[in-house]
């Protein structure tokens, strides 16, 4: 199995640009969510889905869109990306609830210019 | 919100040495959880505890949560370098969030 396979592992934006970052998991969770990372803050909710259809605000949901089309796909959409979200990103899942342990995938590190 | 707070965010020791990292919250833990994070990878699971007064270990890492659900410790036994790397207390608010503390960085050096 992969288990959660992220990308792109790196990405360069220019400030208003828009992109997508990819979260896929083989392991049928229904569970999924996406984080970012910045020094000193931790771990950081931004979105999550407790299944296929279902998404809802973390803590930083603001410039961040999501949607669950499928059980094994949650994607995170910058619309506008701007220099606060240099960040690194990382995409979780577990079987069905957040208190599970979740599996990583490796992270996404993006910059914004 | 139910805030978590680690410390120390940093730790230095010689291998060997043992070492302790703590996880405290602002309001009781319905579930603790400790992941351990290498440079340039994503989150490891490391242990659950969801009792009060509940004592796991695996391996040499030894986790305990107290009797009131507010503070956890993860402790070290003759550490080596594989156990360098970023530890993160995670805890479940009782809602579908996970939420993490901001870290504990620790190198072992020879």
């Known amino acids: 199995n992969a288990g959660v396979t992220q990308t792109p592992k790196f990405q360069v934006l220019k400030t208003g640009q828009s992109m997508t970052l990819q979260c896929a998991q083989d392991?049928?969770?229904?569970?999924m969510s996406w984080y970012r990372q910045d020094p000193g803050m931790g771990l950081r909710l931004i979105h999550y889905?407790?299944?296929?259809?279902?998404?809802d605000q973390g803590e930083v949901p603001n410039g961040y869109n999501v949607s669950r089309s499928t059980t094994e796909d949650f994607p995170l959409r910058l619309l506008s990306a701007a220099p606060s979200q240099t960040s690194v990103y990382f995409c979780?899942?577990?079987?069905?609830?957040?208190?599970?342990?979740?599996?990583f995938g490796d992270g996404t590190r993006l910059s914004i210019l | 919100s139910q805030e978590l707070e680690q410390s120390p965010q940093s730790l230095i020791v010689q291998e060997g040495k043992n070492l302790t990292i703590n996880c405290t919250s602002s309001?009781?833990?319905?579930?603790l959880y400790w992941y351990k994070q290498k440079y340039g990878e994503g989150l490891i699971f490391l242990m659950m505890?969801?009792?009060?007064?509940e004592e796991k270990s695996h391996e040499k890492i030894t986790a305990k949560l107290d009797e009131k659900k507010q503070q956890s410790s993860l402790h070290i036994t003759a550490s080596q370098p594989s156990h360098a790397g970023i530890y993160l207390c995670?805890?479940?608010?009782?809602?579908?969030?996970?939420?993490f503390g901001t870290g504990t960085r620790l190198q072992v050096f020879p």
């Open positions: 979780a899942s577990s079987y069905n609830r957040a208190n599970q342990p979740q599996h």
């Open positions: 392991m049928n969770h229904e569970y």
């Open positions: 889905s407790v299944g296929a259809g279902i998404t």
């Open positions: 309001k009781t833990l319905y579930g």
């Open positions: 505890l969801q009792k009060g007064g």
């Open positions: 995670g805890a479940d608010p009782n809602t579908d969030k996970l939420i």
